[in-house]
T-cell receptor
Framework: AQSVTQPDIHITVSEGASLELRCNYS??????LFWYVQSPGQGLQLLLK??????LVQGIKGFEAEFKRSQSSFNLRKPSVHWSDAAEYFC????????????FGQGTELSVKP | DAGVIQSPRHEVTEMGQEVTLRCKPI?????LFWYRQTMMRGLELLIY????????DSGMPEDRFSAKMPNASFSTLKIQPSEPRDSAVYFC???????????FGQGTRLTVV
C-alpha cells in the first residue's frame, strides 16, 4: 500500500540549531516528493519538491531535502532554525499519473526554543 | 494570481443543517482536489476533479457528502445533513492536469455543534 511515514510527531529545537525532519515513503511508481509547511490557522505552503535529477533539492526559507531511493526517504533539513519556523511540516508523495493527488504523512510539529 | 480561494474561512453550524463550502482554483489549473484535515486522520483526500469531471470520490466518507464543479473556476463541497464528527478543516487545492504539484487554499474550519 502507498503510504508516507513521519516518525516524529513533535520536535523541539533551539533557535540557531540545525534541524532534520524525517520522512519515509512506500510508493509503487516513481515518486514525486514534497514538503509542505502549515502555520497555525493557515493553509499548506509548498517548501520544496523533488521530481527527478539532483537528489538534493533546495526550497524556500533556507530548507533543503535529500531524496535517498535506497532508504525510501526524503528528509527535510535546515542548518539554522529561526523562531518563525515553528509550524507543522508535512511530507507528501504523488505522481504525474494521478495529477495533484497526494498522500500525506501525519505531520511533524516543530517547536523552537529561544 | 490570488491563489486558491476558499470561502467561508470559518463556519459554525448546528447538527442537521446543510453546509456548503466553496472553492475557486487558480486560473488555468484544470485539476481540483478537496482534502479534509482532522487530528485523528490527518490530511485525507475526499474527491478530485479533472477538467470539471469527478475522477475519484472514494475518499468521500458518506452519502451526506457531495461535491460539484460546474465550471473551471468554481467548486462546492456540500454536507447534508451535517454531524459533529464532520468538524474539521477542509482544504481545496488545484494543479495542472498531469502535474503532481498542488497548491492549497487557506482552508475552511467547520464546526458542527
Amino acid at each position: 500500500a502507498q503510504s508516507v511515514t513521519q516518525p516524529d510527531i513533535h520536535i523541539t529545537v533551539s533557535e540557531g540549531a540545525s534541524l532534520e525532519l524525517r520522512c519515509n515513503y512506500s510508493y509503487g511508481a516513481t515518486p514525486y516528493l514534497f514538503w509542505y509547511v502549515q502555520s497555525p490557522g493557515q493553509g499548506l505552503q509548498l517548501l520544496l519538491k523533488y521530481f527527478s535529477g539532483d537528489t538534493l533539492v533546495q526550497g524556500i526559507k533556507g530548507f533543503e531535502a535529500e531524496f535517498k531511493r535506497s532508504q525510501s526517504s526524503f528528509n527535510l533539513r535546515k542548518p539554522s532554525v529561526h523562531w518563525s519556523d515553528a509550524a507543522e511540516y508535512f511530507c507528501a508523495v504523488g505522481s504525474d499519473n494521478q495529477g495533484g493527488k497526494l498522500i500525506f504523512g501525519q505531520g511533524t510539529e516543530l517547536s523552537v526554543k529561544p | 494570481d490570488a491563489g486558491v480561494i476558499q470561502s467561508p474561512r470559518h463556519e459554525v453550524t448546528e447538527m442537521g443543517q446543510e453546509v456548503t463550502l466553496r472553492c475557486k482554483p487558480i486560473s488555468g489549473h484544470n485539476s481540483l482536489f478537496w482534502y479534509r484535515q482532522t487530528m485523528m486522520r490527518g490530511l485525507e483526500l475526499l474527491i478530485y476533479f479533472n477538467n470539471n469531471v469527478p475522477i475519484d470520490d472514494s475518499g468521500m466518507p458518506e452519502d451526506r457528502f457531495s461535491a460539484k464543479m460546474p465550471n473551471a473556476s468554481f467548486s462546492t463541497l456540500k454536507i447534508q445533513p451535517s454531524e459533529p464528527r464532520d468538524s474539521a478543516v477542509y482544504f481545496c487545492a488545484s494543479s495542472l492536469l498531469g502535474r503532481a504539484e498542488a497548491f492549497f487554499g487557506q482552508g475552511t474550519r467547520l464546526t458542527v455543534v
